[in-house]
């Protein structure tokens, strides 16, 4: 654990040496049977959203199911062990999980609160021992060997409850800086309808400009058509943040591959049309091609693409209500050619752009100081939990049983 004085009345160990672990398992999926039930069944991505799991969202078991997948008791530790390693939650019921977490089974003698907020500060070592693969992977030997603080037990409570305490104050700061984030975002909205709210004249897109769609070659993948030099974009390029310009590419084709595609030029303006995220423009800075989860403008002006941006940016929001019938939503280019846009010359657009800009950068700079705002507080939470197992979040008590003594304990309960 490095070079430090162990706290008075505390013993270091390790995980193994004071806990069960299992490690999960998924029962057979062709049994349909053994899902669907009241019995949780927890996977990484149940873990690190409240300390508490009741329930799980995606998969539950049936009393039949629970009989080949672990049965674990209320206030079992979920530690994930694959991946995002170090992840964490307490069962608040009976239930189950999956081989991707490893369960710490409570034992009576530790707290299970206090082993909860202790993973945090093993995760780097978690993360060291890992298996070395492209998909980092803690199987349950090595898990067992995570070096473990152990306080006397009295001093678990008090550790736990001041930790609590002060994440309280924390979490209520963070409750209004994340409001805060909310009415910037509202902020923007307003601006950009107000933006685009008070034209007489208004003209269809379609009658601006060219409206088409991507295309993808065929067999996706495919090295006769993939991986060569020429920049493909997906929906996920256009819509991965908020960003006005697009200014890189994850994926390229080969000239094999155009036929089956479109290539436009740079400073075009593109608009994702398909999926959840559709509705988001961005323009694009280089010449490239495209799938066909995307649109693009044809025909615009340079001078003009920051005003088209903006205009689709302020429609993002309706576009995703257009409800067409269909499972996966979609905005075709007849569609997206109806829609209406104020008729303006190029000083009025200039003149917009520049008011939404100026009010944007605003906006930009108090989200900057609430985002900073947000990443104090959760450092602040490591420095309380540092504090905590360094021994000096609370005070020692002379009359605290030592973990000498609580270890003891453990070990002849679990020799028995």
């Known amino acids: 654990m490095g070079h430090y004085k162990l706290p008075q009345g505390w013993v270091e160990c390790q995980l193994g040496d004071v806990f069960e672990i299992i490690t999960g398992k998924t029962p057979p999926k062709k049994n349909p049977e053994y899902f669907n039930g009241d019995i949780p069944f927890v996977k990484p991505g149940d873990l ?179 991986n060569g030099h020429i920049p493909f974009l997906k929906v996920a390029d256009i819509t991965k943040d908020n960003n006005k310009y697009l200014n890189e590419y994850t994926y390229t084709i080969k000239e094999a591959g155009l036929k089956k595609t479109r290539l436009v030029n740079a400073n075009t303006l593109l608009l994702s049309n398909s999926g959840a995220t559709l509705g988001v423009p961005k323009i694009c800075t280089f010449a490239t091609t495209f799938n066909d989860g995307i649109a693009a403008f044809l025909g615009l002006s340079n001078e003009t693409l920051d005003f088209h941006y903006y205009y689709w940016l302020s429609k993002t929001k309706e576009l995703r209500c257009i409800n067409q019938g269909a499972a996966q939503p979609n905005l075709n280019t007849d569609i997206i050619k109806e829609q209406l846009i104020p008729n303006l010359n190029k000083f009025e657009q200039k003149e917009i752009v520049e008011e939404i800009e100026k009010r944007f950068a605003i906006a930009d700079e108090v989200e900057k100081v609430v985002e900073d705002n947000i990443e104090k507080a959760k450092q602040l939470k490591q420095s309380i939990l540092k504090k905590a197992f360094e021994g000096n979040l609370v005070p020692q008590e002379p009359t605290d049983e030592p973990a000498s003594i609580l270890l003891e304990k453990i070990k002849q309960e679990r020799s028995k």
């Open 48 to 226: 690190d959203k409240e300390i508490y799991i009741t329930q799980t969202e995606d998969d539950s078991l049936t009393v039949e199911g629970l009989k080949y997948a672990p049965n674990l008791p209320k206030n079992t530790v979920l530690v994930s062990c694959i991946g995002n390693l170090g992840k964490k939650a307490i069962l608040g019921v009976v239930g189950s999980c999956n081989q991707q977490i490893n369960a710490i089974i409570p034992n009576g003698y530790i707290e299970n609160k206090y082993t909860y907020f202790y993973i945090d500060k093993i995760v780097p070592w978690l993360e060291a021992n890992a298996s070395a693969t492209t998909v980092k992977i803690l199987n349950k030997g090595k898990f067992e060997q995570a070096p473990f603080l152990l306080p006397p037990q009295n001093e678990q409570r008090r550790i736990v409850e001041k930790i609590e305490s002060e994440f309280a104050k924390i979490d209520e700061g963070l409750e209004h800086l994340e409001n805060a984030k909310e009415q910037i975002k509202q902020y923007r909205q307003s601006v950009l309808k107000s933006a685009f709210s008070n034209c007489s004249s208004y003209i269809k897109v379609g009658e601006l400009c060219e409206v088409v769609r991507g295309g993808s070659p065929r067999p996706a993948g495919d090295e006769k058509y993939y």
